[in-house]
């Protein structure tokens, strides 16, 4: 996995919540920090957690990765290791579905593929979404023990990564709650996600990335990490911006873009995929 940082200030780490697991955004800031050459120690008491929570993530999320070099015509492979804030969060997640009482999706693995293929367009080439999934599957499936009962536990395994589908996948993901609100007009921030290359859709090719941001204490004035994932190779690219603004991040990409020159730049990041947070208001503007 690749990691780009810059060094990161200790206004961006977030606030550990006593006896709560690590969390995503945390497991960034290891990652992050441990590519600057933290101690364990070091990283614990910015996180506000023990140092040995820290030695067993990283036990955890280790990964060993591969560098080819040439030399005198032959081709030498050195391994080396080094922490992956993803391969430490799927193996929490997996650790996770084995703990407590055995999760439906264990026994549910002909729903699941349904439900990607339905979703992603596979099925017959129209994106159904979960709630639509929920009642076509009722038609399809013969065993509806298999099927969940309401749609919220499949936004569930969506967040949980239990199926191919992700949150960016879905045309749009409702905010459920319980009590009325008044009817606003929809944000349009750029084209739609329908409008992107069939090969992003698919994950063909390398250059189709997907962004986001990771906040730490959010009074609005922090810094924050711009997290870009490639749909297909999955290397992920964090980089410390000033902050969660149009303007910061449309300043890192017109810096980027600079630094790489314009053809260099348009070969690697052919499309970018975001949610429509503020901070992305602007983005088409610089890509």
């Known amino acids: 996995m690749t990691h780009l940082n810059d060094t990161m200030s200790t206004s961006l780490l977030t606030t550990h919540k006593k006896n709560a697991h690590l969390t995503k955004e945390e497991r960034v800031m290891i990652a992050t920090l441990k590519s600057q050459g933290l101690s364990n120690r070091a990283i614990g008491r910015q996180l506000g957690v023990n140092h040995q929570t820290i030695n067993n993530e990283l036990n955890r999320g280790t990964v060993r990765q591969l560098r080819r070099q040439k030399s005198n015509g032959k081709i030498y492979?050195?391994?080396?290791?080094?922490?992956?804030?993803?391969?430490?969060?799927?193996?929490?997640?997996?650790?996770?579905?084995?703990?407590?009482?055995?999760r439906l999706y264990y026994s549910s693995k002909q729903f699941l593929r349904l439900a990607d293929q339905l979703m992603l367009g596979e099925f017959d080439d129209h994106h159904y979404s979960p709630q639509a999934v929920i009642y076509k599957a009722r038609d399809l499936m013969n065993d509806g023990t298999l099927i969940p009962k309401s749609v919220v536990t499949l936004y569930q395994w969506i967040n949980e990564g239990v199926l191919r589908t992700s949150n960016l996948d879905l045309f749009e993901k409702p905010k459920r709650k319980h009590h009325r609100t008044h009817p606003q007009a929809k944000r349009c921030l750029g084209p739609n996600i329908a409008q992107r290359p069939q090969?992003?859709?698919?994950?063909?090719?390398?250059?189709?990335?997907?962004?986001?941001?990771?906040?730490?204490?959010?009074?609005?004035?922090?810094?924050?990490?711009?997290?870009?994932?490639?749909?297909?190779?999955?290397?992920?690219?964090?980089?410390?911006?000033a902050g969660k603004t149009a303007h910061a991040v449309n300043q890192f990409f017109i810096n980027l873009r600079q630094k790489m020159g314009t053809d260099a730049y348009y070969r690697i990041f052919k499309t970018i995929t975001s949610d429509n947070g503020s901070e992305f208001s602007e983005l088409t503007q610089v890509h």
């Open 77 to 102: 492979e050195y391994s080396y290791y080094i922490y992956s804030y993803e391969a430490g969060q799927a193996t929490y997640l997996e650790h996770h579905r084995h703990s407590g009482r055995r």
């Open 199 to 241: 090969t992003a859709d698919q994950r063909s090719e390398i250059g189709h990335w997907e962004l986001d941001t990771v906040q730490g204490q959010k009074n609005g004035n922090d810094s924050v990490v711009l997290v870009m994932t490639d749909r297909f190779s999955r290397v992920n690219i964090t980089r410390k911006i």
